[in-house]
DNA sequence: GGTGACTTGATGACCTTTTTTCATATGTTT
DNA sequence: AAACATATGAAAAAAGGTCATCAAGTCACC
């Protein structure tokens, strides 16, 4: 399939019988013109739906009006819900946005900075995969001094703005919750160790722990590999520790959800035996028997935040000094802990 | 925040003293230049960090390589799954995709159209939003002979290629499960009357009822607004009926959460007072309790299908006469329906 | 020495738009 | 009639890359 014939200014010039520039003076408005001529040629423009080229445009002015994005993954309601953000405020500022997912790899992360700096985007937002251990394509995109910065899954390593939630007051948060109403045995299920995340949200237990004066026992953190598979298996191995905890902190909700289907199904109650809470507040959450108590991050704020700001440095309104901008995240206390007294 | 300069092909002429027609065909592979040249220009062009502006070649060869993409929303679970389709496949075959959404809205979907048009996309895919009842945007870029197929949520007054589910079967399928299941008065709960999926869902509901030797009573037909208001206000008018349905087929999973929240706050117990099934099997719908009757729609395959058929057509592999893809859907019984003796 | 093959240079057209410059053609003013 | 303002044309340069063409150089071979 052929793509149809796109109108161009020299097509209208010649349909008026007059030059190209009295065409692009008139849609830009030149007040060396006739308005008499402008409005013929507005006008006829309109009839022929004329549409600029935003190619030859941004070639031109050198900019493209374009962010690039790039997430780990699309189908994650949090960032599905960045995006949303991104996208509605990108557009209310003028701003088209491509978007990127980079399914978790490293490969993919750089595969699609490449592409999307070749396409001349005027700054990126970059959400770090899991895999993301080393960081030469983030430098080598600094050192060509291309706009942008990280949000979520950040690094801290990289001079560029950051966007993150606060994370270890959410940990704490919720750490506390667990310990305030009742558990004395608060358990960590963490994600792989050099995750950002893992180890703020692990802080912030940590912060907990020590307020309550309780030393931390090594055998209450466990590592997931954040599959499926990976979390029934750590669920497992708590039900069969000789000495359980009796409230256990997930990294994040699908960790939790996957941990409680599985103990219903060998008929551990919760909160009655042990306490459960997440992280993220899922849509899940919410809906899960018990509802999952957890750690509210507003997906569309980080995404709205992170994009403003990058304008603002693009526009010149901010400083291109990096600034780390905190969101903080709210306890949603449901019936998968138990009540305060 | 201003971008920093990015190697030219000039430059790398310059560099090594040859001239651009050199690079280009050095870094076009051209047979007819030295080895070690090409070695050489590869390699400074590598070591210079050099990428190809997009922008100009594009403009040169009039191809973009990218498709625009319009959904509805891209928080919503089976859209995002769509998009990551789309993105993986699309990519596989060496194209870039933009994402756009409506939010549901008519105006939002237009200038999205006008905005992907500009930037000179090869092609489009396009989910209509639930207002759009109008489709003078889709005839103008059918008539300016840009390809575009519908997906989903589509039109079929408009002379190009769709890819849809088979509504009606998945809605004869799960009503017909209902019926199976001892449910003598089965109410079907649509979405706006001029929904493509909203008709199609009913002409299945209605199959079934047919089937069974039952007819069709129009009280046993309510229609949602698809708000969470408009959900529970449709629960709660079926709560007060004096002569209750025994079974809801909901057109969507969420109008069934929805509702099945509020007869829960209510007291009414799903299966025994009234069996409740939906459509799409949302992650949620997985999780609530009890677990929900629904219909699978394979997102993911929906956006593989759609992009693959597209760049079939722009490649010439396909032909250009519009095609309709139906995509089977799966009956996904679970406890929100009694179990068949 | 002539022929042809191979390699590279040099040039320019082209894609579309923007922007500037200089040249006209009018009409108006003094 | 000269001076000026206004409106428009015509053309070129620029953005970066592609592609084709012609010229010219080097080399090998008969």
Redesign the interface.
Known sequence: ??????VTMKEIAKKLGVSVSTISRALKDSPELHPDTKKRIVEMAKEM?Y??????Q??RI?R?N?LGVIVP?????FF??C??GI??HANKRGY??????S?ETLELEKANI??L????V??LLISLSRETNQFDHLL?IY?????FLLFDRVNEDIPVSRVTFNDEGGAYQVTKHLLETGCKRVMYVSGPEDLYISKKRKEGYLHALNEFGITPDPALVKISDLTIEGNIKIGKEIAEMKSRPDGVFCMIDPVA?DIL?FWKSIGIKVPDDMALAGFTNN??SA???PPLTTVAQPGYEMGKLSVTHLLD??D?IAS?DPISIVLETTLVPRQSTKALK
Chains 1, 2 share one sequence.
Do not use: F, W, Y
């Open positions: 399939m052929k793509k149809g014939h796109q739906n549409q600029p080229n935003l190619l030859a941004s070639l050198s493209t374009t993954e699309i189908t994650s309601h599905a819900s995006i949303s996208q509605d088209n946005v491509m978007i990127c997912q399914n490449r592409t700096v070749a396409s001349q005027d700054g080598d050192n060509r001094e291309i706009p959800i289907t849509p899940t809906v899960v028997e440095q693009l010149g291109d």
